[in-house]
């Protein structure tokens, strides 16, 4: 019963799924990418979490790259952000050229 209890108060529900986690809140950035290259475009797109019960958004590099007309990217980076576990996100941005 103990373990019950410790694993419904103590797991969070919404996550960003990867690196570091905090209990109350979580706001991470990783570099995931980088060329070193200058670059004249920015883009960023985030997916969403509510309880991990509904999740939404479109974070491909797809999607990036249409939205902003890159081709060829030079850097790649990803936000997380979680608060008590009701509310996640995770962004990525990407940086390049046409």
Request: aromatic share 10%; hydrophobic share 40%.
């Amino acid at each position: 019963m103990l373990l019950i209890f410790f694993q419904l108060t103590l797991v969070s529900c919404a996550n960003p799924g990867f690196g570091p986690k905090g209990l109350l809140f979580t706001k991470t950035k990783i570099g995931v990418y980088g060329t070193g290259e200058p670059s004249k475009r920015r883009v960023t797109s985030c997916v969403h979490s509510i309880l991990g019960l509904v999740s939404f958004g479109d974070a491909s590099f797809e999607f990036l790259k249409s939205r902003s007309k890159i081709q060829t990217v030079t850097e790649t980076n990803w936000t997380t952000l979680a608060i008590l576990g009701m509310y996640a996100n995770l962004c990525v941005e990407i940086s390049g050229n046409e």
